[in-house]
């Protein structure tokens, strides 16, 4: 049995980062692309000259082109642009639908039987992009934004309630974008109903609070985007297909039907394996969280139609 291979395409904030978590967690050898030249080695030999220190066994290599991505088991995509103070994601889709694009047709000519791990944002829109374009199954095309949403979310909760983050399970549903699902009536805390803990009003805010968590970070840094907890969730997604876990998170995948929705990138609760998304889970909602799960495709179907494809 050989190693498993992650490549991670885009070697800027997200993808080294990215990088530096699956290395460390010895998930495989890792190999580093972007179009920048000396940045993918550089950042891939710096890695790997981190491993005697902390003690990790991992190949990291970079390179500009694709040759060294053959016959990967998960490819993450974090190459394009990330937002600027004042921007949303939907005004990345112009240039990152190119990128994406060409990307991808590298990716899939080398590695036909990879899973696809989705970062660049838009990411609904994004992942049904790469869907059309890859030829691949559904269930090999998945978008991360869940699990940083949810994150996010179980964050908040623990400061509020100064407990610890490991204690709270919730669930977070819908397009990558401020029309989000967050799901307080799957939120407990070890257990506990988070209903039972906090005020309506509280539970609220922390709400509001993550639906605009995306932007919080990108409004102090100024720059770019958050990079650390949207590598960490990718990564958590590529370590429970290479391990074969069948963890239950939320993921943006293809719906032909579920939720009412077909035709299109949506997050929804999976259950992550060897496979990929190995089946989609169907939680009962509300009349209220229906509404909002309908408002939220809405507005991910029409940056879809932006595509034109
Ligand atoms: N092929 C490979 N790499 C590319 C390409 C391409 N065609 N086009 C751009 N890149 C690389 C850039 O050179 C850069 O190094 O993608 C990298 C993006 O890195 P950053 O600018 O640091 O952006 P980052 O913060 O990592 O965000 C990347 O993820 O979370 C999303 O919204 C975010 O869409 C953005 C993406």
Redesign the pocket.
Known sequence: MGRKKVSI????????TAAHWAAEKELGDVVL????EG?PQGKALDLFEASPVEGFDAKVVGSNGYDETRDSDVVLI??????KPGMS?ED?LET?KK?IE??VAEVVARSPKAVLIM???P?DTMTYLALKRSGLPKERVLGMAGILDTARFKAFIATELNVSVEDIQSLIMGGHGDEMVPLPRYTTVSGIPLVQLLPKEKIGRLVDRTRKGGGEIVNLLKT????YA?SASAIQMAEAILKDKKRILPCCVYLEGEYGLRDICFGVPVKLGAKGAESIIQVDLNEEEKSLVAKSAESVKKSIAELKI
């Open positions: 395409v885009g070697a800027g904030f997200v993808g080294a692309v972007d179009i920048l940045i974090t190459s394009g642009v990330p937002r994601r990345l990152n990128i060409s990307v970062v660049t944002n990411l770019g985007s958050a990079f949207p």
